[in-house]
């Protein structure tokens, strides 16, 4: 089994920052594709980061290109979402999630294809 455990949500002002943290327990290998989703009540989870944790490769959802970091410390086994030039619609719950999976570049978008899930972390950005 993989644990996931999110931290470093928090109130904001627009065009603030915040880093979140996602730390991975148990069976690490399994986490190969990890990714950031954030949830607005009412609405689907959106997949906003991805990383295929062995070769490092990135993919961002358009609305965060730019502006959000996803990265790793592999030492640490800890997943990162760096979050600059925030905007009120970032406002959301976000979950860490990972799958024993290779995720290629329009792969592992959906939610329902993720296996492991953190409890979430809220970040609300105020205008």
């Known amino acids: 089994q993989v644990q996931l455990v999110e931290s470093g949500g928090a109130s904001v002002q627009t065009g603030g920052s915040l880093r979140l943290s996602c730390v991975v327990n148990?069976?690490?290998?399994?986490?190969?594709?990890m990714a950031w989703f954030r949830q607005v009540e009412g609405k689907d989870r959106e997949m906003v980061a991805r990383?295929?944790?062995?070769?490092?490769?990135?993919y961002y959802t358009d609305s965060v290109q730019g502006r959000f970091s996803i990265s790793q410390d592999v030492a640490k086994n800890t997943l990162y979402l760096q979050m600059n030039s925030l905007k009120p619609e970032d406002t959301g719950m976000y979950y860490c999630?990972?799958?024993?999976?290779?995720?290629?570049?329009?792969?592992?978008?959906?939610?329902?294809?993720?296996?492991?899930w953190g409890q979430g972390t809220q970040v609300t950005v105020s205008s």
């Open positions: 990383i295929y944790r062995p070769t490092d490769t990135t």
């Open positions: 148990g069976e690490v290998h399994k986490a190969q594709c």
């Open positions: 999630a990972a799958v024993p999976a290779r995720c290629a570049w329009d792969e592992y978008t959906s939610d329902r294809e993720y296996t492991y």
